[in-house]
């Protein structure tokens, strides 16, 4: 099991702040994560329609979308971040 965790329009989208889930052995990447994603229902389809845009991070360290999963316990999907 690893826990998905949402932020910002990401978790507005989907209508949940997280949940667990048991991936499929096939969701080695966060691509393939994102990809997995999209087939759980239409929110996460339509969420999945701006893959780009969304930003990850593995055991809270960001992780590009051709990073391995491994073993994470948890995985956040949260949008760009600007600073000021």
């Known amino acids: ?8 329009w ?17 969701v080695e990447t966060v691509s393939d994560l994102l990809d997995h994603m999209a087939t759980r229902g239409e929110a996460y389809a339509e969420l999945m329609q701006h893959r780009n845009a969304i930003r990850v991070a593995i055991d809270q360290e960001h992780a590009n979308h051709d990073e ?17």
Do not use: C, H, N, Q
């Open 68 to 84: 391995r999963i491994g073993d994470a316990s948890e995985i956040a999907l949260f949008p760009p971040m600007t600073g000021g």
């Open 1 to 8: 099991m690893v826990k998905l965790v949402y932020f910002a």
């Open 10 to 26: 990401v978790r507005e989208r989907i209508g949940k702040s997280s949940e667990e889930i048991e991936l499929p052995a096939s």
